[in-house]
């Protein structure tokens, strides 16, 4: 399982971005699908989650400005970014739950996986 992730990009202050992310793979069944960031020198923090049933959720931070959603169909989680500021500058991380089937066990057994980040540079 892979989980590619693409849209980030330098913009100033005031504009906007759209992230994606897919998810690729011996795929069952995809759980939540999270963003994180993480900005230099500081500790990654989880931004946003969308469930497989729709229900969002965001850090104080983010809220308002910035949206989750995804298309089941692809596999696919995004993140709408407007109103951006200087310190939204990170890296930004996708994350999701996602079951596969392995040969020889009976059900699907579950992790959660990491895209390989991409930055998001904010400028004044």
């Known amino acids: 399982v892979q989980l590619q992730a693409s849209g980030g990009g330098l913009v100033q202050a005031g504009g906007s971005l759209r992230l994606s992310c897919a998810a690729s793979?011996?795929?069952?069944?995809?759980?939540?699908m999270d963003w994180f960031r993480q900005a230099p020198g500081k500790a990654r923090e989880l931004i946003a989650t969308?469930?497989?049933?729709?229900?969002?959720s965001y850090a104080d931070s983010v809220r308002g400005r910035f949206t989750i959603s995804r298309d089941n169909a692809r596999n696919t989680v995004y993140l709408q970014m407007t109103s951006l500021q200087p310190a939204d500058t990170a890296v930004y991380y996708c994350?999701?739950?996602?079951?596969?089937?392995?040969?020889?066990?009976?059900?699907?057994?579950?992790?959660?996986?990491w895209g390989q980040g991409t930055q998001v540079t904010v400028s004044s």
């Open positions: 994350h999701a739950h996602i079951s596969s089937l392995v040969p020889g066990i009976g059900k699907p057994q579950g992790r959660g996986y």
């Open positions: 969308v469930s497989a049933g729709g229900a969002t």
């Open positions: 793979g011996n795929i069952f069944e995809v759980g939540d």
